[in-house]
């Protein structure tokens, strides 16, 4: 039995012939209708994007006329990228900083330094580094004679950041260096002297300076949006286990350089003030050998010059929580996660005008990939002869922080913070 909706190859060749007749006729009747015999303007065919649609009297187009969008974002063409040489090939260069340079428009990677060969050989090969511009710790001072290396970046332990950000910048490299910018208030400001003499930039790698949910917190706390602040409430913990660099003092190891200094560089950054003392507290516990060299936990509080007080806390020994709390006198600012890689939350808290509820409004911003934007930030400093947003002056205010803290837990009181 045929199936009465099954159309065979015959029946579609007749209806293929009767709608070419039925164009026709349409066409035909539509000349016979204009002056002259020529089609309508209801009826011409308008050719858009390499296409045609019809277009309808007193009627805007349906798509541009010029075979593409109106306010095309075309790419950007750099005249020159600035070349980067990445010291040191642990986690956070090969899980986040070597992966970003595929999304930047100002920065490349050129040069590699590490002491495993093997590995620097197969990053190098991944990322289209010559074989030739891989360095080790031993030959590092070659770089200065390498002129597609503009800025080194070192992604060290923290107890080395001084001695080779100090030999990059005498082999007359910028230098972008990762936080916290040394083990002490002296190394940093040899750092910064050595950026002087050197007549070279020092950027410390701040990456949530260039985050824009964090910009917009710094931007609403600038503006008053909600009145003056009152209390910064902020923490960074996550859970190390060993083994790991982190714990170990000697490298610098420890939560409040790793992890503390977030919170205690988004007070500075949140109030726009330098806090003048700090109380802090540690804890070391007995019965956990990853703790034998450094603390578990650490909490201060910091007292600022308007009054605001800043209630911060870090930790290597609990579940991971990362977040900031702004109190101000007409409302609050909410960022959690505050320092992670992504993610970020942004929500504000008001009285509402009608009743006594709080008005919690959820900000939508765009994400960017923070080391993207930090290293591209720095190239273009370099490129247009600009101070960096964080320059070493940054890395050290935090520095004389963080030694106020080990000077008040050594001690077991507050301590003011040198100016």
Not at 45 to 54: A, E, H, K
Not at 79 to 89: F, P, Y
Not at 120 to 142: E, T
Not at 196 to 207: C, F, H, S
Request: net charge negative.
């Amino acid at each position: 039995m045929t199936d009465p909706n099954r159309i065979n190859r015959r029946t579609f060749a007749q209806l293929g012939t009767a709608s070419a007749l039925a164009v026709s006729a349409t066409g035909n009747a539509a000349a016979n209708d204009s002056p002259g015999g020529k089609p309508s303007k209801s009826s011409q065919i308008q050719p858009v994007g390499g296409r045609s649609l019809p277009a309808k009297d007193n009627q805007p187009p349906l798509a541009p006329p010029n075979k593409q969008p109106p306010n095309l974002k075309l790419p950007t063409v750099p005249e020159r990228k600035i070349g980067w040489a990445v010291v040191g090939l642990g986690q956070l260069a090969l899980g986040q900083i070597m992966p970003a340079f595929g999304q930047c428009t100002w920065s490349e990677p050129t040069a590699l330094v590490s002491g495993h060969p093997d590995k620097a050989h197969r990053v190098a090969k991944a990322y289209g580094v010559d074989s030739g511009a891989i360095y080790n710790y031993d030959n590092f001072d070659s770089i200065a004679d390498n002129d597609d290396i503009d800025v080194v970046y070192i992604v060290l332990p923290n107890s080395m950041h001084a001695e080779y950000t100090i030999r990059a910048l005498e082999a007359g490299k910028h230098v972008l260096c990762e936080k916290p910018m040394a083990t002490s208030i002296e190394d940093c400001q040899r750092m910064i002297a050595a950026a002087d003499e050197a007549q070279r930039k020092l950027m410390i790698a701040y990456r949530l300076h260039y985050e824009p949910h964090n910009r917009k917190v710094m931007q609403m706390c600038r503006e008053k949006r909600f009145g003056e602040i009152k209390t910064f409430n902020g923490g960074f913990c996550i859970n190390v286990q060993a083994p790991n660099i982190r714990l170990a003092a000697e490298l610098g190891g420890g939560p409040v350089g790793d992890v503390g200094v977030y919170p205690i560089n988004a007070s500075r950054y949140v109030t726009g003030e330098e806090p003048v003392e700090v109380m802090a507290q540690a804890h070391q516990p007995k019965d956990d050998p990853r703790f034998r060299e450094v603390p578990e936990s650490v909490t201060c509080l910091l007292r600022f010059p308007s009054g605001v007080l800043a209630n911060l806390d870090c930790s290597f020994g609990t579940h991971r929580s990362d977040f900031f709390r702004v109190a101000c006198a007409k409302g609050m600012i909410e960022l959690s996660p505050a320092f992670s890689y992504n993610g970020q939350r942004l929500q504000t808290h008001h009285p509402s005008s009608q009743d006594s509820h709080a008005v919690v409004t959820d900000h939508e911003i765009a994400e960017v990939n923070h080391f993207t934007s930090e290293m591209d930030h720095f190239s273009q400093c370099i490129l247009e002869d600009k101070d960096p947003r964080t320059p070493g002056q940054e890395g050290l205010a935090d520095m004389r922080i963080l030694a106020a803290m080990g000077e008040s837990i050594r001690l077991g009181k507050a301590v003011k913070v040198e100016a």
